[in-house]
Nanobody, 121 residues
Framework: QVQLVESGGGLVQPGGSLRLSCAAS????????MGWYRQAPGKQRELVAA???????NYADSVKGRFTISRDNAKNTVYLQMNSLKPEDTAVYYC???????????????WGQGTQVTVSS
């Protein structure tokens, strides 16, 4: 069974930094695009950043220049380095894999359970 497990969330002061990790485990041959989404209370889930298997990235305008997404294909892990955090970055952050080849089966739109990030003084 394939799982995505996030870690690295927590409480940080405005201007601070956090690094989120998402490790995929199970019978995995290929993970295609991986991304980070977030959902604040009362708001819809939104894309924060995504990275293709080849390393192409895209970011939400609200995080450009502050957040950096990266991945280690050998470890089936994606990271999100978050700098200059603002209170409006407070949300539950979710890891996503758009498609995973597991054995001979493609798994689509796979999600982790989320990790809370709170930016507050």
């Amino acid at each position: 069974q394939v799982q995505l497990v996030e870690s690295g969330g927590g409480l940080v002061q405005p201007g601070g930094s956090l690094r989120l990790s998402c490790a995929a485990s199970g019978r995995i041959f290929i993970i295609y695009t991986m991304g980070w989404y977030r959902q604040a209370p009362g708001k819809q889930r939104e894309l924060v950043a995504a990275i293709t298997r080849g390393g192409n990235t895209n970011y939400a305008d609200s995080v450009k220049g502050r957040f950096t997404i990266s991945r280690d294909n050998a470890k089936n892990t994606v990271y999100l380095q978050m700098n200059s955090l603002k209170p409006e970055d407070t949300a539950v952050y979710y890891c996503n894999a758009d498609k995973i080849l597991s054995g001979s089966t493609y798994l689509n739109d796979y999600w982790g359970q989320g990790t809370q990030v709170t930016v507050s003084s």
